[in-house]
């Protein structure tokens, strides 16, 4: 790839190479730039999108280090008991800009 563009760190790019010196050439070559130190075996998940230019079409990458919080607690609502027949408050607001009758 060209230096002309640097890829901050956890992203990069492939492109497609066009004609390839001989049939076991990649189809496409790129580069990322890591975000942190990787070990032997480590797996890298990665993010594509693809963008089209005026020269062709290049995959933008970039790692997916997400991993859900371990201290994330779904919050809990408290709940109203109502009666079958009770409309909540914040629906009997709307209700008459819909065209319906309270």
């Not at 492939?14 to 050439?25: F, L, V």
């Not at 998940?45 to 933008?60: D, F, P, S």
């Not at 970039?62 to 009770?86: A, S």
Request: hydrophobic content about 30%; aromatic content about 12%; overall charge positive.
């Amino acid at each position: 790839m060209s230096n002309a563009y640097q890829h901050k760190p956890g992203t990069g790019s492939i492109s497609a190479r066009g004609e390839k010196p001989n049939e076991r050439s990649p189809d496409y070559k790129g580069e990322i730039v890591l975000d942190q130190d990787y070990k032997a075996g480590d797996t890298v998940k990665l993010n594509g999108w693809i963008n089209t230019y005026q020269w062709g079409t290049r995959v933008g990458l970039r790692i997916d280090n997400w991993k859900p919080d371990p201290n994330y607690k779904k919050p809990e609502y408290p709940r109203e008991v109502r009666g079958k027949d009770e409309i909540p408050f914040s629906f009997a607001l709307i209700l008459p800009f819909l065209g319906m009758v309270c």
